[in-house]
């Protein structure tokens, strides 16, 4: 039987060893830290419940196709709900809510534009169109090459690779708060909606075709269902484990070393962050420059709090945006002119709201992120003056005092992303899909260097984000099932 080691414990990694274990391969693990999940653990504090990482479910169709895979439903291992409303905008003027389906919305859009609500209807039928092609096919692709983006499909809708999402909302909306709130789901991917393809409006029909959802006890049930799955297909998952270095011999890859032990194997697949992957090659074994990582496009890393409070708060919903400063401000202070932002938008996540398993009685499990740019100083100082500006924000947003309620508050920031994940630059979700990083534009999940090496996560193929990072570990498994 030949052996596959996989280095990480995040999604990508997990769902790269359940399609390897299933196809008869022996599987073992390596995972620095003491609990299995990366970027989506989970921190139980005094009764309060928190996703450190991801807290939006949304494609769930992804979900039900990876678990399909191996005989399963989703409802083996958790309960998903539908939230409704999805989530609230919150503006200096006024509140958007949206709802749990398009009849909903469109009353929303039509309360703030007259007429725009035909638009709506027409803009989320292209959105699905794209959608039926991007994840039923473009996103299936490994990336190995550009003829992968050339389907009959794709060449129907070239143009909308060469204009951008913000061209294509400004067209048929003026309102600069429905402009906004269509132009958050793309946000998820990681770029400015203006460096964005407009073909990525499928992000759109997620969002607003397909929903958001909860699975019950947060998003680190997922996170255990693959631990679990992984486990029932013979997977030996090592935590607090890190590989220190990829042994290599004549240009094929012999296995890693981990705590002074060497482990051998036919193949070593990472999932932890690319550049400090090769980082544990020696300097010829790797493909990509300093310089080629220095230029690339990051997704943003965050400021996050994670905050019990000792009351149930008022005028909130499961999740919150906060989109009463400048967007465009705040963007080009991520990717134009890295800086801590001037006026930030900031996004809330209060998952007691709807499930009482999150929080102790009568109080609130409030997770509260902050984008901002990789690579920025961060200091105890920065942290308290940002949850200062948070904090007086959201109080006189949704009217009411929370300060005095708050029994601890725990912060995560650029250099926990480095130290804890051996992020690069302390990046968040990875990097960008913009079109310069799109397929075959984006970090190869195979390495051209070391027989027999492979990649996946958030900065291969396809992207950020859950779903893709299922589908990353999908396509790494396929790569070496065909060989
Ligand atoms: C704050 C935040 C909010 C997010 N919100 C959402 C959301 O709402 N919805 C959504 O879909 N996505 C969201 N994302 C993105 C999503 O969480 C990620 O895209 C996804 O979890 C990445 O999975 P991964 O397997 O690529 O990487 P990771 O989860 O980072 O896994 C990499 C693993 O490798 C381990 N590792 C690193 N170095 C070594 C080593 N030398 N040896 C062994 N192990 C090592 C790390 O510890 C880590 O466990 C969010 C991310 C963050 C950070």
Not at 118 to 126: G, R, S, Y
Not at 428 to 454: D, E, I
Not at 469 to 477: F, P, Q, T, Y
Request: glycine share 6%; aromatic share 14%; with cysteine.
């Amino acid at each position: 039987m030949e052996k596959v080691i996989v280095i990480g414990s995040g999604f990508s990694s997990l769902s790269a060893s359940c399609y390897l274990a299933k196809a008869g391969y022996e599987v073992e693990m390596f995972e620095k830290n003491a609990t299995v999940g990366g970027r989506a653990r989970q921190l139980v504090k005094d009764g309060f419940t928190f996703d450190i990482g991801p807290s939006w479910y949304w494609m769930p169709d992804i979900f039900d196709k990876f678990f399909a895979d191996f005989h399963k439903k989703t409802s083996d291992y958790y309960q998903l709900d539908k939230l409704n409303p999805a989530y609230k905008i919150f503006f200096e003027d006024d509140i958007i809510t949206i709802g749990d389906c398009m009849e909903n919305i469109c009353s929303e859009f039509e309360r703030i534009e007259s007429g725009s609500s035909e638009h709506l209807k027409q803009f989320i039928d292209e959105a699905q169109e794209n959608y039926d092609i991007a994840i039923n096919k473009v996103v299936l692709r490994p990336g190995l090459s550009p003829l992968e983006l050339v389907t009959k499909e794709t060449v129907l809708k070239v143009d909308q690779f060469f204009k951008t999402i913000s061209q294509q909302v400004r067209k048929r909306f003026k309102n600069p708060k429905l402009v906004s709130t269509l132009e958050f789901p793309v946000l998820f991917l990681g770029a400015k909606p203006n460096k964005t393809p407009s073909f990525y409006s499928f992000m759109n029909f997620a969002d607003f075709g397909l929903g958001t959802w909860h699975p019950k006890g947060g998003m680190y049930e997922i996170i255990k269902a693959m631990k679990s799955l992984a486990e029932e297909l013979g997977v030996i998952i090592h935590t607090q484990s890190p590989a220190s270095h990829i042994l290599v011999s004549d240009g094929e890859v012999l296995g890693i070393r981990s705590k002074g032990t060497n482990h051998l194997a036919d193949y070593v697949v990472s999932g932890a962050d690319y550049h400090h992957t090769e980082t544990l090659l020696d300097k010829k074994y790797r493909q990509y420059s300093e310089e080629y990582w220095d230029k690339k496009t990051y997704a943003p890393s965050s400021l996050l709090f994670y905050i019990g409070f000792d009351k149930k708060l008022e005028n909130i919903e499961h999740h919150n945006l906060f989109f009463d400063t400048d967007f465009e401000k705040h963007a080009q202070e991520i990717y134009d002119e890295p800086q801590w932002p001037t006026n930030p938008l900031f996004y809330a996540n209060f998952p007691s709201v709807t499930d009482a398993s999150m929080a102790p009685k009568d109080q609130e499990t409030g997770f509260f992120l902050i984008p901002i740019a990789p690579g920025l100083e961060d200091t105890p100082q920065l942290r308290d003056q940002y949850y200062d500006i948070v904090m007086d924000r959201f109080e006189k947003l949704t009217k009411q005092t929370v300060k005095k309620s708050v029994i601890f508050k725990e912060s995560f920031c650029v250099n926990d992303f480095v130290e804890q994940y051996n992020s690069y630059k302390g990046n968040a979700y990875g990097l960008a899909n913009t079109l310069r990083q799109t397929a075959f534009l984006r970090p190869n999940l195979k390495s051209s260097k070391v027989k027999n090496l492979f990649f996946t996560g958030q900065l291969t193929v396809p992207g950020p984000g859950v779903p893709p990072s299922l589908i990353s570990g999908k396509l790494v498994a396929d790569l070496i099932i065909k060989k």
